[in-house]
């Protein structure tokens, strides 16, 4: 039983469900997220996936990365032979916002370079030519690109998931869990309907904030604090030449495939919007990056979502809590890059304790 529907719990069931195990997804959202619900981080997400311009190199963060980013290619050459292609956008150009952050990505360039991956500097003229100039003259230094991050479109992925699971067999529930209670072996899984409860060998909680509450009365104590992110879609007046994403101070631009761009996402700790934000975004990004274009495009869509920020833990919560009990969350800002590796995780753990037995 996975419970959730998000990108991780519809990552991990499509992936456990090809692998020949009995899967069943239950989530409020269970056959496609609801478009007035904005609880739903995977449904707000950009889609970029930052994973060869991470900071580190070593360590869980790192190494989760490079296997999602792995994964993605192999899942989306894989769901486009069957039908299910995922829209794209390979490369990421990050753009420095000061000297200190040029040092640090042209540090970052050596690194990686060191490491064979395939990332470069592009010079201030070339960003010129693809109408990219960066005002302030301190930061006009260029910008370093990633040929193999990039940004794939989240609802497609989600639903490619969705669908090639039930071509599987993958079962959906669309309904709202309310309590898990332990069994001797395995798992009730109590919905809000209040039908009988649904036994299963394994639970993936893969519900995002809502994993805090459902864990509590189990005992175990998992604080996730909500980040909230707003989003706008802009009308573009002429195509837009840069060839990828551009990355600017924690800012994803994001050109749209048939004309106009999303520009997002601003974090603010809680669950309310301050709509006040989205106009400095605009401004900020339109001053700094000399698209006097973005401070006055016609906005076409303005969206939002909650990340799951885990407090006193590092992102994301992969923990096998007790027998049958997987927990998949607090994926904060990279759920969509790092779902691919979170299901690999889970899958990891049902199989190797099925060996053990
Ligand atoms: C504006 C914004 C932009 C972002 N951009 C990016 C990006 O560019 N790249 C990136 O990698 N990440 C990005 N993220 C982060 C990413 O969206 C999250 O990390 C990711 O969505 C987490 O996925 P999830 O499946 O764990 O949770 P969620 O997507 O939040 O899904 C939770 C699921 O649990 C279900 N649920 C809730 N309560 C219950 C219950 N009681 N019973 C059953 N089901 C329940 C919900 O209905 C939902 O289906 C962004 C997030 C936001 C908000």
Redesign the pocket.
Known sequence: MV????????ATSWLLQGRGHRVRL?????HG?DPQ?C????????????AQVFQRSRGRAWHLRQASLSLWTQWRQQLSGRGWPIPFQAGLLLLPHDIGDTKRLRQLLEERQALGLPLSWWEPSRLQELGLSLVETETNAGGLHSAQDG?LD?LAAMDAFRRDGLRQGLELLS????GLERQPAGWRVQG?SGAQAITADWVVL?????SE??LAPLGHQRPLQP?????LELATSAPIRWPCPVVWQGL?LVPRPGGGLWL???LEPGDQADPELLGPMRQLAGRVLGCDWLRDAAVIRR??????RPLGRPA?LLEHLEPGLLL????????????PASAQWAVEQIEGSLTCR
């Not at 893969?206 to 809502?210: E, P, Q, R, T």
């Open positions: 419970i959730g529907a998000g990108i991780v719990a519809l239950i989530a409020p959202d269970a997220p619900d609880g739903n981080g995977s449904a707000a997400a950009l889609g970029v996936l930052m940004q989240p309904e709202r869990v309310v809000c893969a519900a995002g904030l809502a509450g459902l980040v909230l992110g707003q989003c994803n997002g996402a601003t969206w939002q979502g909650l990340r799951a994301p998949l969350s607090g994926h904060y800002r990279n759920g969509v890059l790092l779902a």
